[in-house]
Structure formats: C-alpha cells, structure tokens
C-alpha cells in the first residue's frame, strides 16, 4: 500500500432483475433500483472491451442498500469502506442484505456499461485477491493479460466449467473486443503480448506481472482509442472523460482505498 490513496473508478455491473438471487430477492422493497456487483478498476477507458465478470469462488461477497447506487455486492472490507465514504445512508455503517460465496454468484447474467456485448456473465479467477478494491474484477481480455488468460483457461478447460457449472454459452461466444490501438502490438495488445511472451495461465505470476506493467504504461502513454463516442482519442485524455461521463450516467462511482 502507498501514503496516498488509490482512485478506482466502481463500474456497476447490474444483475438482470429476474436472476437476482432468491435470498437476496426476499430482502429487497419495491423500491429498489437494481443489484449491481461493484468492479473496481484503473481503466473506465477500456469498458466496452468488457466480455464477463470475475469473482473469486471462496471469497464471500455481501449485498448491502447504497443511498444513491441501489444494492451493491462487494466484499465486507470494501462494503466498510464505502460505509466510511458516504455511499449508505448512517456513516460508517452498512446492512447486509444477503451474503454469498463466490461459486454461488457464477453464471449470472449482467449488464455491463458501454460493452460491445449485451449480456456477460459471472466467471471464476483464482488470481483475485481479498484485500484489494472490492474482490469483484471486471474482465477486458483485449487490453489487460490477466483478464485474457483467466478467459482463455475458462474456454479451454471443460473440467474448470464443470467445477463450476459454468455453461458454454457464457464463454465461448465471448472473445476480446479490439478497443484500443497499440503500437507495435496492434488492437489486441493482451492476446498479442501474451502470445509472444508464451504466456500459459493464470499462474504465470512473474511473466504476467512483467506483460501487464508493459501493456499498462505503453497504453496510457502511446494508446488510441479505436471505438465509442472518443474514438481517436488519446487513452491518457479518454480515462477522465469515459468515467465522468459513467458517472453522470449513474453507472458508475469514484471510490478509494
Ligand atoms: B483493471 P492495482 Cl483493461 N484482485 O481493470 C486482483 N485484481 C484486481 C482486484 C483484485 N481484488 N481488483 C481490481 N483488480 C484489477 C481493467 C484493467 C485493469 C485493464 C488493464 C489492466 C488492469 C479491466 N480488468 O489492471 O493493484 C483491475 O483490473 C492492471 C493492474 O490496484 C484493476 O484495473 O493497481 C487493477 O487490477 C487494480 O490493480
């Protein structure tokens, strides 16, 4: 951790109303506007590359009512940390509505802001860590090599869906979205930097770590966007504009930690 605090920027992937979780449906008024898993990321550019959602299977997630962003689901940890940043409505305080494992979140359908794809789904990664945003990773495989191994050891391995009643349809249709140009590594900076790098899965940890430390300062120095309404826009000018506008949508919110 650093002296200063870290903005992420909370995308809020809504679940489709008529696959919210019955123990969670049994707590909610009629009043409610929408359950949202809560994504913490440092690149609202790169959202309409988007194609699943990742949670990890044995961390467990609470639902807890937000004054202005409906019912968030998150870790207890960053759940707190909102209390203390003026998301609920008493100070420093959250109601669990409901609290759930993982696996038991897997294979809901979402809607994800600004992505090429109409509905994405909850997926397994075994790389997400507790103590970091709020546990709930939204994946763009075009642009970011964890997001793109952990899909390609989704598609590629029965047994990891097996384990997790993940169906086909969740993964298979969903490939990376070419968002954002890259030179020399083109629209699919991940795929291609992985791919060179021979980069196998999800426990690659020191190569991924040397691929995305690469990917990251290259496209926010050097990056194009090639899609959406800034499209030849520089990443680094692009990353404020993308999540303001997010925000005055309502479909997102600055968070720190
Ligand atoms: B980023 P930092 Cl396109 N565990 O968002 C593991 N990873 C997590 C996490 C957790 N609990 N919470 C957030 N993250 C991921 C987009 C993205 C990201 C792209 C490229 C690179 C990238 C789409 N996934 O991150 O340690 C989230 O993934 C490269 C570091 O706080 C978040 O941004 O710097 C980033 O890691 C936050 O990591």
């Not at 690149?43 to 409906?70: K, S």
């Not at 709020?134 to 964890?146: E, K, L, Q």
């Not at 020399?184 to 795929?191: D, I, K, N, S, V």
Request: with cysteine; charged share 20%.
């Amino acid at each position: 951790e650093g002296v200063s605090p870290q903005e992420y920027t909370l995308i809020k992937l809504r679940i489709h109303d008529d696959r919210i979780p019955a123990k969670l449906k049994s707590r909610l008024t009629s009043s409610t506007t929408g359950v949202y898993l809560a994504a913490a990321t440092l690149r609202p550019e790169t959202m309409y590359g988007q194609t699943n959602c990742w949670l990890h299977p044995d961390i467990t997630y609470v639902a807890f009512e937000t004054c202005l962003h409906g019912i968030l689901i998150s870790t207890r940890r960053a759940a707190l940390n909102m209390a203390y940043q003026e998301f609920t409505n008493v100070y420093g305080q959250y109601t669990i509505l409901a609290e759930f494992l993982g696996t038991e979140l897997f294979g809901l359908p979402l809607h994800a802001p600004l992505s090429y794809y109409e509905t994405v789904y909850v997926l397994p990664m075994m790389t997400i860590k507790e103590d970091k945003g709020t546990g709930v990773v939204t994946s763009v495989p075009s642009d970011s090599p964890d997001d793109y191994v952990a899909l390609m050891d989704i598609k590629n391995k029965v047994n990891l869906r097996e384990k997790y009643n993940i169906e086909e349809s969740m993964v298979l249709p969903y490939d990376p979205v070419p968002i954002i140009e890259l030179e020399p590594y083109g629209r699919l900076a991940a795929p291609t930097i992985c791919n060179q790098m021979k980069i196998q899965s999800q426990n690659d940890g020191g190569k991924l770590l040397e691929a995305k430390e690469e990917i990251c300062t290259k496209s926010f120095s050097d990056g194009i966007l090639v899609v959406g309404k800034y499209t030849n826009t520089k990443v680094s000018d692009a990353k404020k504009l993308v999540q303001t506008d997010l925000i005055t949508d309502g479909q997102a919110c600055v968070y720190y930690e």
